[in-house]
């Protein structure tokens, strides 16, 4: 222009990371980066001049995986995005169990249970819990035997077939 003063118009993105403005009174135009905007895990940044998304993404940056076990047989897993903490990822999985050592009356088992998880973020988990006794198993009735002068007698009972304990009627 004869004035040296250019008449811009708005500046319009070419979808490419750049924007580019035209002067209404020359055939001339110039071309800038975008700038501006934070990107985040779900979208692009913003440039501050053109309005248009441009870059890349910036994907989900989770954290170390935290396992919980709720119950002997509940586990769950849980990582967060470095990025943003309201992105969450969790999976809460019914684990199998496996008895290691049965328990009787006379000592405490061992079970074993296992957790595996769909989502492969998460690894196995394995936990190791103690079986409380198990109950006195009884054999038959004993009816009670009197003292003679030769034996002795013994009351009314019933045995435990594991552990021999003698137990009366109450």
Not at 1 to 28: F, I, K, L, Q
Not at 143 to 170: L, Q, S, V
């Amino acid at each position: 222009p004869a004035t040296g003063v250019h008449d811009w118009n708005a500046w319009v993105s070419n979808g490419d990371g750049t924007h580019t403005r035209t002067c209404n009174n020359s055939s001339h135009s110039e071309t800038q980066n975008c700038s501006g905007g934070t990107a985040t895990c779900d979208g692009k940044a913003v440039c501050s001049i053109c309005g248009e998304a441009y870059g890349e993404k910036l994907g989900h940056d989770y954290g170390e995986v935290k396992y919980t076990w709720t119950r002997d047989n509940t586990c769950k897993a849980e990582r967060v995005c470095k990025h943003d903490s309201t992105h969450i990822e969790s999976e809460t999985v019914t684990a199998t169990g496996t008895t290691i050592t049965a328990a009787t009356c006379k000592e405490k088992g061992k079970m074993k249970y296992t957790a595996t998880f769909v989502n492969t973020a998460f690894a196995v988990q394995e936990k190791e819990v103690d079986i409380d006794f198990a109950p006195h198993t009884f054999g038959e009735w004993k009816d009670e035997i009197p003292a003679t002068t030769e034996d002795f007698g013994t009351k009314g009972h019933k045995d435990c077939t594991a552990c021999g304990k003698h137990f009366d009627k109450d």
